[in-house]
């Protein structure tokens, strides 16, 4: 199965600031099939990105996909007090479907 | 708008089989897609259980495929899980989801539901 490592672990910004992400895969993701997800407490994980840059319907500008083959970014432009949460990025190209570890954004 | 809603028991003993029915309404699940679960742990995150199309292909984790059984009733618009022979790292917050491009594709969630295996 592809393993997904994601970096950092922590990631300790303020609001305004820009957050990067990275997701690295163990071997190629098919067809750029990685998703990335957003998770608050208590919450079910809330779909942003598939295809590695697209963003879903209603998920604001803000939020940007990029990367290709075994590197992956997620990029937040300007942190607002809404997106301190927890990130997951997944690949959906081979089963079984995978999952990084999470990167957690919180308040600095 | 489509809204997937898990039920089930929240207390399964160990080596009983736990059974989880996901409940969909606003899509009719005969039309396509994918229909998944996906449970999350402390201790080992998130993780892919498997997905049944809506022609009842199924597609399990290598590491559960021996106590894994999924099926659906498009009648009642519903999936169900089963996972067999159950220990205390089944305990997790199982979701189900509907994915469109892939067997392991989740674009959409349910709320979840926790399920603790105990005596």
């Known amino acids: 199965e592809i393993v997904l490592t994601q970096s950092p672990g922590t990631l300790s910004l303020s609001p305004g600031e820009r957050a990067t992400l990275s997701c690295r895969a163990s071997?190629?993701?098919?067809?750029?099939?990685l998703a990335w997800f957003q998770q608050k407490p208590g919450q079910a994980p809330r779909h942003l990105i598939y295809?590695?840059?697209s963003r879903d319907a209603g998920i604001p500008d803000r939020f940007s996909g990029s990367g290709s083959g075994t590197d992956f970014t997620l990029t937040i432009s300007s942190l607002e007090p809404e997106d301190f949460a927890v990130y997951y990025c997944q690949q959906y190209g081979t089963t079984p479907g995978t999952f990084g570890q999470g990167t957690k954004v919180e308040f600095k | 708008q489509t809204h997937l809603q898990e039920s089930g028991p929240g207390l399964v003993k160990p080596s009983e089989t736990l059974s989880l029915t996901c409940t969909v309404s606003g899509y009719s699940i005969n039309s396509g897609h994918f229909w998944g679960w996906i449970r999350q742990s402390p201790g080992k995150g998130l993780e892919w259980i498997g997905s049944i199309s809506h022609i009842g292909n199924t597609y399990y984790n290598p590491s559960l495929k021996s106590r894994v059984t999924m099926s659906l009733d498009t009648s009642r618009n519903q999936f169900f899980l089963n996972l067999r022979s159950v220990t205390a790292a089944d305990t997790a917050v199982y979701y189900c989801a509907r994915g469109a491009s892939s067997p392991a594709a989740a674009g959409f969630w349910g709320q979840g539901t926790l399920v603790t295996v105990s005596s």
């Open positions: 295809e590695a840059s």
């Open positions: 071997q190629s993701v098919a067809r750029n099939y």
